[in-house]
């Protein structure tokens, strides 16, 4: 096993061992440190509190469902892989700020945790492992099966995996290996000097601050620009870069925002499938940019990105450069060092990242539990905070999550919000526990 090459095969059907890790995790297992790795969270927030004992056993029983979940990180000589574990993970009581590094070592647990408190479920997942997607799924399976062993009748649709059914291929596979085409060259990328102001930090700390707006309230403000929902946050980062600086911004404003691949290729993967585009801005030293100048910029930018044919020669670029020749006889060791430096190279070519992945979906009757969704990104060495969207239910929840304490930007950004007609209501865990208050315009 220790001297293992990466197979031809992407199948991680029950009864391997081991499988190889998927293109996008090589760079988040290479840039782990002793003391933290690439995590992040998706929450449900239920009507009525959480039953552990029932939450045990769901997980218990849903978990052999996704088998590429139970996969424990390990380096082998020449690459990283995951090893399957035959243990299944036990909820936790949250008692710690969200998002702690997942144990990689010392453990005999897969790399994610499930964990509650009062209302609240949430997975948690060493970004290797999976996916927001992905993630998303699981925790409506997860909660299809609690509700289920509470005595509900819960018809089968598309929207949760249940325990009797037998896991695909296509859940497990390598999804960038399976649509990855030969001779394939990836464009030249922008070169961009991008703002990036760290800020103060806390320790051991995570700064978060959710917003919850009705989805139809930012639909329509959108509206008025051209504009999705992605793209108005999107260019609302930008403006609040600007007007928050210390001083006039000469460096270009750029939002890492990642692409789920899922829906445009056609594939049910439950590892990672996304691809990381940047949008950009250039104040050019200016402090009074226009929000709709901005949102012009950036107007139909995604789209334009986002296309089928330009993605799968990104995306086979860079599985053509995984499985190269040249590359692969090259010791782990070696190649960890020059894949933790590409991802700081890559981490620094952004002001920082904005992720959105839309709708929880869930059977109706699961839904009808729910509060509202979470998603909430752990933070990086090199961005000061990062912003993630989940909706439910017809609301949606904007999450800022990271190590820096100042509330100057979400300040600026939520009272954008609300003077441009979506009222919004902002709960932060640097205020007094459960303390709402509403952004007024």
Same mark, same amino acid.
């Given at each position: 096993?220790?001297?293992?090459?990466?197979?031809?095969?992407?199948?991680?059907?029950?009864?391997?061992?081991?499988?190889?890790?998927?293109?996008?995790?090589?760079?988040? !297992? !290479?840039?782990?440190?002793?003391?933290?790795?690439?995590?992040?969270?998706?929450?449900?927030?239920?009507?009525?509190?959480?039953?552990?004992?029932?939450?045990?056993?769901?997980?218990?029983?849903?978990?052999?469902?996704?088998?590429?979940?139970?996969?424990?990180?390990?380096?082998?000589?020449?690459?990283?892989?995951?090893?399957?574990?035959?243990?299944?993970?036990?909820?936790?009581?949250?008692?710690d700020y969200p998002y702690?590094?997942?144990?990689?070592?010392?453990?005999?647990?897969?790399?994610?945790?499930?964990?509650?408190?009062?209302?609240?479920?949430?997975?948690?997942?060493?970004?290797?492992?999976?996916?927001?997607?992905?993630?998303?799924?699981?925790?409506?399976?997860?909660?299809?099966?609690?509700?289920?062993?509470?005595?509900?009748?819960?018809?089968?649709?598309?929207?949760?995996?249940?325990?009797?059914?037998?896991?695909?291929?296509?859940e497990t596979c390598d999804?960038?290996?399976?649509?990855?085409?030969?001779?394939?060259?990836?464009?030249?990328?922008?070169?961009?000097?991008?703002?990036?102001?760290?800020?103060?930090?806390?320790?051991?700390? !995570?700064?978060?601050?959710?917003?919850?707006?009705?989805?139809?309230?930012?639909?329509?403000?959108?509206?008025?620009?051209?504009?999705?929902?992605?793209?108005?946050?999107?260019?609302?980062?930008?403006?609040?870069?600007?007007?928050?600086?210390?001083?006039?911004?000469?460096?270009?404003?750029?939002?890492?925002?990642?692409?789920?691949?899922?829906?445009?290729?056609?594939?049910?993967?439950?590892?990672?499938?996304?691809?990381?585009?940047?949008?950009?801005?250039?104040?050019?030293?200016?402090?009074?940019?226009?929000?709709?100048?901005?949102?012009?910029?950036?107007?139909?930018?995604?789209?334009?990105?986002?296309?089928?044919?330009?993605?799968?020669?990104?995306?086979?670029?860079?599985?053509?450069a995984q499985q190269s020749?040249?590359?692969?006889?090259?010791?782990?060791?070696?190649?960890?060092?020059?894949?933790?430096?590409?991802?700081?190279?890559?981490?620094?070519?952004?002001?920082?990242?904005?992720?959105?992945?839309?709708?929880?979906?869930?059977?109706?009757?699961?839904?009808?539990?729910?509060?509202?969704?979470?998603?909430?990104?752990?933070?990086?060495?090199?961005?000061?905070?990062?912003?993630?969207?989940?909706?439910?239910?017809?609301?949606?929840?904007?999450?800022?999550?990271?190590?820096?304490?100042?509330?100057?930007?979400?300040?600026?950004?939520?009272?954008?919000?609300?003077?441009?007609?979506?009222?919004?209501?902002?709960?932060?865990?640097?205020?007094?526990?459960?303390?709402?208050?509403?952004?007024?315009?």
């Open positions: 096993m220790e001297t293992m090459e990466m197979e031809t095969t992407p199948s991680t059907l029950p009864g391997r061992r081991w499988f190889p890790i998927d293109n996008a995790a090589i760079l988040y !297992a !290479a840039a782990r440190r002793k003391h933290w790795c690439r995590t992040f969270r998706i929450s449900a927030i239920l009507k009525e509190e959480v039953d552990p004992a029932v939450l045990a056993e769901a997980l218990r029983e849903i978990t052999p469902r996704f088998p590429s979940f139970r996969g424990q990180l390990q380096d082998g000589f020449f690459w990283s892989y995951f090893q399957y574990t035959d243990a299944l993970p036990v909820p936790e009581k949250e008692h702690r590094p997942i144990p990689l070592t010392g453990t005999d647990q897969p790399n994610f945790r499930v964990l509650y408190y009062k209302r609240r479920v949430s997975v948690e997942v060493f970004h290797s492992l999976a996916d927001g997607g992905a993630i998303t799924i699981f925790l409506a399976s997860l909660l299809t099966r609690y509700y289920e062993l509470k005595g509900e009748t819960i018809p089968h649709d598309d929207h949760a995996l249940r325990v009797e059914d037998t896991p695909q291929e296509s999804a960038y290996r399976l649509h990855a085409k030969p001779d394939a060259k990836a464009r030249t990328p922008e070169k961009r000097k991008p703002y990036y102001n760290k800020g103060e930090v806390r320790k051991n700390f !995570a700064h978060v601050v959710h917003g919850t707006c009705r989805v139809d309230d930012l639909k329509a403000a959108a509206a008025k620009y051209e504009l999705t929902i992605t793209e108005y946050v999107t260019a609302l980062l930008i403006w609040s870069f600007i007007r928050t600086a210390p001083e006039a911004l000469t460096q270009d404003v750029c939002i890492s925002v990642p692409m789920d691949l899922r829906r445009r290729f056609g594939t049910k993967n439950l590892r990672n499938f996304v691809y990381m585009t940047d949008i950009g801005f250039s104040p050019n030293g200016r402090t009074d940019v226009a929000f709709e100048e901005i949102a012009q910029k950036i107007n139909g930018e995604l789209l334009q990105k986002g296309n089928p044919a330009v993605l799968l020669d990104e995306i086979s670029a860079n599985v053509a020749k040249v590359l692969r006889p090259v010791p782990y060791l070696i190649k960890r060092a020059f894949l933790k430096n590409t991802y700081r190279q890559n981490q620094h070519s952004f002001t920082t990242f904005f992720s959105n992945w839309g709708i929880m979906d869930a059977p109706e009757a699961v839904l009808a539990h729910i509060e509202r969704a979470e998603f909430v990104l752990g933070d990086t060495p090199h961005q000061p905070f990062g912003c993630a969207a989940m909706s439910v239910n017809g609301y949606i929840t904007l999450t800022f999550s990271g190590s820096n304490t100042d509330t100057q930007f979400q300040t600026a950004f939520f009272r954008f919000m609300a003077n441009d007609g979506v009222p919004v209501r902002v709960e932060s865990n640097l205020r007094a526990e459960g303390e709402e208050k509403e952004v007024q315009a």
